[in-house]
Every structure is written in C-alpha cells, then in structure tokens.
C-alpha cells in the first residue's frame, strides 16, 4: 500500500530532513531518458507545429540552453538525454516552496478574518 503522500510530503518540509532531500536527489540524477536524435526530434516538432519550420540552429541553441540548465545530455552516442532525475528534483523543490507560500498566505487569511480588538 502507498504511504499517505499528504504525511511523505510532509515530513520532506520538515527542516530536519534537509540531507534526506539531498540523498533523493543524488539517487534521481542517475534518472535519464533514452538518446534521441536531433533529427528525431525535429521531425516530431514539425508534427507538432505543422508547415511552421523550425530550423536545426534553433533546435540546437534550444538544446544548449537546456544542457546549460543541467535539464538535457548530450550522451557519447549523440543526441539529445532528459535528465528526468534532476527535472524531478525541481520540480519537488518549487512544490516545497509553494506550499510555504500557500501556508504563510493561508496564515494571513486567518489573521485578516479574526475580528479585530478595539
């Protein structure tokens, strides 16, 4: 059975568990995906978009950009590899920071709605 998410995520925003985050994080940047090709890639994009064409320097400066951002390899084998782990990692990061957000602006909230002492 799953452990209840709401508790797991819970216990990540928990201070303390600054070095578990780190060891997730170290496991999920042995996540990548498959190499696919340039070519590959825009071909799917040219489905996508249609007659629009997009040119191989676009799509290659795109892929710089994203490799500068550790979000792509560029495996021995050529093309193009999703660090998925590292994607994931972000993603959790910006998750913990909303809720931070969500719950100092829910503490707000609450602080507006009591009624005030004259």
Not at 24 to 43: F, I, N
């Amino acid at each position: 059975m799953w452990p209840d998410m709401d508790v797991a995520f819970s216990k990540l925003m928990n201070p303390r568990m600054r070095v578990g985050i780190t060891v997730l994080q170290t496991l999920l940047t042995q996540l990548h995906g498959p190499p696919v090709p340039p070519k590959e890639v825009r071909d799917q994009l040219r489905e996508m978009f249609g007659e629009t064409r997009i040119s191989k320097q676009s799509i290659t400066n795109a892929a710089r950009r994203l490799y500068e951002l550790h979000l792509l390899e560029r495996p021995q084998e050529g093309g193009y590899s999703v660090r998925y782990g590292y994607l994931i990692a972000i993603l959790v990061g910006a998750m913990m920071d909303l809720v931070k957000r969500v719950e100092s602006l829910e503490d707000e909230i609450e602080s507006l709605r009591r009624p005030r002492q004259p």
